[in-house]
């Protein structure tokens, strides 16, 4: 099946640093790919949503400016922690659609996670 | 806005079924899920149903879905070691991104 990978898997990063997570679509071209966000025993909440070539689609109270998304190709997407604090700490997942995010209702595979401790 | 609920635990013993409940709000998903999560993984998909069916049985996975009273349930059969995971209930319209609820922590004891 479709293989979504995320790198890095661990990262720890002092308060302050920018740290840039990738996602890539292993063997497939993904128009649309979705990060998220989960803290311990929470749920995914939807950040945001990078569609190639054109701007992400930010969920209401996710800053832009410091969750900067690039979806420069279809097999990659990466998010930058931008001056990271500790409560960006967290389990960050990306998601890859195989046909922009409609048929077939399957389609949507989930990377790993990256796991963000900013010390 | 739209909202998925699930308990937060459920307990059994190997051999045993598992229920795992799930209710949602937005009458116009479409598509609902049942996703996997063991400890500091990433999600697996485990089934999927579309809003038009009731039932759907994947070996020891059955789905059920009461769209009047938006309940989704996921039954277990022979509940293995290996089962014990986070399994998230998610919703979604065609063309939009998914919606989890918080999970629900299986622990199965031998």
């Known amino acids: 099946g479709a293989v979504v990978s995320q790198h890095p898997s661990r990262v720890i990063c002092k308060s302050g640093t920018s740290v840039k997570i990738e996602c890539r679509s292993l063997d497939f071209q993904a128009t649309t790919m979705f990060w998220y966000r989960q803290f311990p025993k929470q749920s995914l909440m939807l950040m945001a949503t990078?569609?190639?070539?054109?701007?992400?689609?930010?969920e209401q109270g996710v800053e832009k400016d410091k969750f900067l998304i690039n979806h420069a190709s279809l097999t990659l997407s990466t998010l930058t922690v931008t001056s990271a604090h500790p409560e960006d700490s967290s389990f960050y997942i990306c998601?890859?659609?195989?046909?922009?995010?409609?048929?077939?209702?399957?389609?949507?595979?989930f990377g790993p996670g990256t796991r963000l401790t900013v010390t | 806005g739209e909202d998925v609920e699930q308990s937060l635990f459920l307990s059994v013993r190997e051999g045993d079924s598992s229920v795992i409940n799930c209710t949602y709000t937005d009458s116009s998903s479409t598509y609902l899920y049942w996703y996997k999560q063991e400890p500091g993984a990433g999600l697996q998909l485990l089934t999927y149903i579309f809003s038009n069916m009731d039932m759907k049985q994947d070996q020891r996975l059955t789905v059920l879905l009461n769209k009047k009273d938006k309940h989704l349930s996921l039954r277990i059969a022979d509940t293995q070691t290996g089962d014990s995971a986070i399994y998230f209930c998610a919703e979604r319209q065609a063309g939009t991104a998914l919606i989890f609820g918080k999970g629900t922590t299986l622990s199965v004891s031998s």
């Open positions: 990078s569609n190639e070539g054109s701007k992400a689609t930010y």
């Open positions: 998601s890859a659609s195989l046909q922009g995010g409609h048929w077939p209702s399957y389609e949507q595979y």
